[in-house]
């Protein structure tokens, strides 16, 4: 994983807007999150979880086929910031692309890779899920301001023939829902402008309450789904890794499927959301604490902007 070094608290929060940090634990959590400094981009960060995912995996980038970036907030509308990671890493072998579902990306990614290793397309494959939210983040807006941070996550899934791997996996999206979370300024629908800049369109927008209610119904609705395919139970679960969005969902969650706490990570008090990087930091610090281990029954569930849900069973 890569994190910036610099850290925004509540209590910095509530110098610049009108909060404290009382609202914003009550409400989501979040105690700190974290800010890349000017002058760096999501390269920088996918670069340096890449190259961790890399010496973990004892591979060279020579090694890779394929590189897979799950992100919202590319250094630029093109080239894929994909493409500028594999000429970072030398990885010249690899094919590049990046995949943009919200939230979700990294499982989506994760997903996508897979495929291509079953179905004998790849045999080693980078995938990562990489966020500087705090670029499209409106720190005049009180309600998403307190939310986001920015960090990467990454991995290397490889073909194997032992009794392990991703097992099972649901892709979702329900685009009617797409205005209730989303950056309007900036596409083709909206070039930039100095209208669209003056009526701040360029950063993110959010109907908090109807996100809320769409989270905790599909992360509920993909787990279940997914266990029933295999004949299994919550309490099968070693571990159950939620994108980091709000802490009231990841308890609601919790709580209904009677899992103790210790069998969902929770960093968001620490990192605040970093989108598609969320599960892959998660995933990083479990096994970095030596609690996540060879043979664990994992369950990894998202959810974000699009709108795109998804999940994934993992024997690790």
């Not at 995996?57 to 250094?75: E, K, R, W």
């Not at 109907?207 to 029933?228: C, H, P, S, Y």
């Not at 899992?259 to 598609?276: A, F, H, M, Q, Y």
Request: include cysteine; hydrophobic fraction near 45%; proline fraction near 4%.
């Amino acid at each position: 994983m890569a994190l910036p070094p610099k850290i925004i608290t509540n209590k910095d929060l509530e110098e610049m807007v009108e909060t404290t940090d009382e609202w914003i634990v009550s409400r989501t959590g979040i105690r700190e999150r974290r800010k890349l400094e000017e002058g760096l981009s999501a390269a920088d960060l996918a670069e340096k979880a890449s190259l961790e995912a890399l010496e973990a995996a004892s591979l060279d980038p020579s090694d890779l086929d394929l590189i897979l970036v799950a992100t919202v907030t590319p250094d630029y509308p093109t080239p894929a910031t994909s493409c500028l990671l594999q000429a970072r890493l030398s990885a010249l072998n690899a094919g590049a692309m990046d995949l943009s579902a919200g939230c979700t990306g990294f499982i989506y990614a994760l997903s996508v890779g897979h495929q291509f290793i079953k179905n004998g397309a790849c045999k080693n494959i980078l995938v990562v899920g990489v966020e500087v939210l705090t670029r499209v983040t409106d720190w005049e807006d009180r309600g998403t301001c307190v939310l986001f941070g920015d960090g990467a996550g990454a991995v290397v899934i490889s073909a194997s023939r032992e009794d392990r791997g991703i097992f099972s996996f649901s892709l979702k999206a329900d685009g009617r829902g797409a205005e209730l979370l989303m950056v309007p300024g900036g596409g083709s629908a909206m070039p930039a402008s100095l209208e669209s800049i003056s009526n701040r369109a360029h950063f993110i927008k959010m109907n908090g309450n109807e996100i809320f209610k769409f989270a905790v119904r599909v992360v509920e609705d993909t787990l279940f789904e997914m266990l029933a395919e295999k004949e299994l139970k919550p309490e099968d679960l070693d571990f159950l890794i939620l994108h980091q969005a709000n802490l009231r969902i990841i308890e609601h969650v919790r709580k209904r499927l009677k899992l103790p706490k210790e069998k969902v990570p929770v960093n968001i008090d620490r990192l605040g959301n970093t989108s598609s990087a969320t599960i892959p930091i998660a995933i990083h610090e479990e096994i970095r604490a030596g609690r996540l281990r060879q043979g664990d029954l994992v369950a990894m569930v998202a959810f974000g902007a699009g709108l795109t849900w998804g999940g994934l069973l993992i024997k690790w």
